[in-house]
């Protein structure tokens, strides 16, 4: 029996990591093609049929880049910087069910790594600790704009954890448990949550934004005030760590939100997998279609709407949620 | 006729479109009443409808460029050509050398001789596209129409020399065979209908 866990377990983790890395690099072909069709371009189309092989193309690059370390960088943790933000995306995913239980023969597997029973806890608590990794970032890499968008990350990460948690705070109230899969379980006998919480819901859609750095708020790196921010000075495949890990949050953000809110995967059937699978693919897709919609925020306006309307619109529900439930 | 609309030079009283965009807000209250506006108006959805209504249309307006290209003006200014004359089939320029006197990037240089049947003949033609601006003027004094633009606008090349030899320049005898030399519709060139318009000279007096 142990070893049987502990075998699965491994082949659960290795499974994720392929799948999720693979995804990631997928991640940057639909964002380019999405971006591109908003906009009427046809984006990649050379390599490969339809530019499909464009991923291959860009994994290449990254790999057989030579990986430069500037002069005058703190030349370790300018190394370790990359690592953590991808490790940390990675970690988030164990307690992440991505799929129903289902059985290969008479043996139960469940597409979870861990069911901890403080799964959304472990997941915004690693995601958050993936701010080192722009923060450490930036500020070894001696250059003025890498250290704006380190202060930048600190301030948008810690400000919208607040968000995050308080938001999250009444659906704990109502399930009365942190595991994802007894919040999706309790969706399943009472309805969804994004019925009666529909302003957490909100509020967690907004904050994912800023925790996994993506266009209203994706000031961390603005291309256009800050170069790339943090990762001006990386290259190579150090460069493409931060990369992986960035889409790699959006997808298991985009895997948590329909958890948490819109059901999940329901009752465990087929139809209710591929119904979770969409809901994942719609809320990554949002990702993308509001970096084709929308202007980017200032940090001060970020940080307005942060403590000032949203903090406390997440207080004011849980103090309503809690009333009602009294 | 009537010049007034050309001299009115005050463009900025019609003919620009005003954006209807209201002053900034002064007070609290009006800048209440600006998020609540900009709240409940759901605007963003409104940008994000666009995107997601020309990615459905799905209108793509990207041109492939090494395989297809946009159709370029007649008129356009591109690498030099050098016409041949449709009776003979043999070279157009007579070496006047017009166009090296006209040309003010002083680009083209040409020698010319008296060949064995006392013609004038070029013997030298070299175009210096380094320094060359395009300008069309050699094409506009041209008295026989012989040295033109073309639409060759790809200037990649080991050499610059390779565009701008005579020979490189000048229609190839199996185009002009086939009857295929292009004439340039740009500066310099007749236009179409020359025959109607043109009068004779009043030579009776």
């Known amino acids: 029996m142990e070893t049987a866990y502990l075998i699965e377990t491994v082949i659960k983790i290795v499974i994720i990591l392929l799948v999720f890395s693979a995804l990631a690099g997928f991640g940057t072909y639909f964002e380019r093609k999405i971006l591109a069709f908003m906009s009427r371009r046809l984006g990649p189309m050379n390599v490969g049929p339809y530019g499909l092989l464009q991923i291959a193309a860009d994994g290449i690059k990254l790999f057989t880049k030579e990986d430069i370390i500037p002069t005058n960088v703190v030349g370790r943790i300018f190394k370790i910087a990359p690592v953590i933000t991808a490790a940390t995306a990675f970690m988030a995913a164990a307690a992440i069910p991505f799929l129903p239980a289902f059985t290969i023969g008479s043996y139960e597997v469940n597409p979870i790594v ?8 472990y997941i915004l608590g690693v995601m958050g600790i993936g701010l080192y990794g722009p923060l450490l970032g930036g500020m070894a890499s ?97 460069w493409g760590l931060f990369f992986i890990g960035e889409y790699a949050n959006m997808f298991f953000i985009s895997f948590v939100i329909p958890l948490l809110f819109l059901g999940g995967f329901g009752d465990g059937s087929v139809m209710g997998a591929f119904a979770f699978l ?5 809320f990554f897709f949002f990702f993308l279609w509001t970096r084709a919609a929308w202007p980017d925020v200032r940090p001060d306006q970020l940080m307005m709407l942060c403590w000032k309307i949203l903090m406390p619109i997440a207080v004011i529900n849980i103090v309503i949620t809690g009333i009602v439930m009294m | 006729m ?33 998020v609540v ?22 209108d793509i307006h990207t041109v492939k460029y090494p395989e297809e290209k946009m159709p370029i003006g007649p008129r356009y200014r591109a690498v030099h050509e050098m016409k041949r004359l449709w009776e003979s089939d043999t070279e157009r320029c007579i070496g006047c050398g017009l166009c090296e006197k006209i040309c ?81 519709e740009g500066f310099g060139a007749i236009t179409p209908h020359e025959d109607e318009r043109v009068k004779k000279t009043p030579l009776a007096y």
Not at chain 1, 188 to 199: K, N, Y
Not at chain 2, 37 to 58: A, H, Q
């Open chain 1, 278 to 282: 969409g809901k994942m693919a719609f």
């Open chain 1, 114 to 121: 861990s069911d901890i029973n403080i799964g959304i806890l």
């Open chain 2, 2 to 34: 009537n010049q007034e609309q050309f001299n009115d030079r005050n463009v900025s009283d019609d003919g620009y479109l005003k954006v209807d965009i209201a002053d900034y807000p002064t007070t609290p209250w009006g800048r209440f009443k600006r």
């Open chain 2, 104 to 184: 003010i990037s002083n680009c083209i240089k040409m020698d010319t001789k008296i060949d064995e049947n006392s013609r004038k003949e070029v013997s030298e033609y070299t175009i210096n596209l380094g320094r060359c601006i395009f300008c069309g003027y050699c094409a506009e004094v041209c008295p026989e129409l012989a040295i033109v633009h073309g639409g060759e606008y790809e200037n990649a090349s080991d050499q610059r020399e390779h565009f701008v030899d005579f020979a490189q320049m000048l229609t190839p005898i199996d185009t002009m065979k086939e009857g295929k030399q292009l004439e340039f």
């Open chain 1, 142 to 238: 001696a250059n003025k704009f890498s250290l704006l968008s380190a202060a930048r990350s600190a301030a948008v990460f810690i400000s919208y954890e607040v968000v995050t948690g308080l938001s999250i705070l009444a659906p704990i109230m109502i399930v009365g448990s942190l595991s994802l899969i007894d919040f999706n379980n309790y969706q399943a006998t009472h309805g969804w949550l994004v019925f009666s919480q529909p302003v957490a819901f909100i509020l967690f859609w907004i904050a994912a934004f800023a925790e996994t750095g993506r266009t209203p708020f994706h000031l961390v790196a603005n291309d256009h005030e800050i170069i790339d921010g943090f990762g001006t000075e990386y290259s190579g495949m150090r």
């Open chain 2, 37 to 58: 506006d900009r709240t409940f108006k759901l605007e963003l959805f409104v940008g994000l409808w666009v995107v997601l209504r020309e990615m459905i249309k799905f």
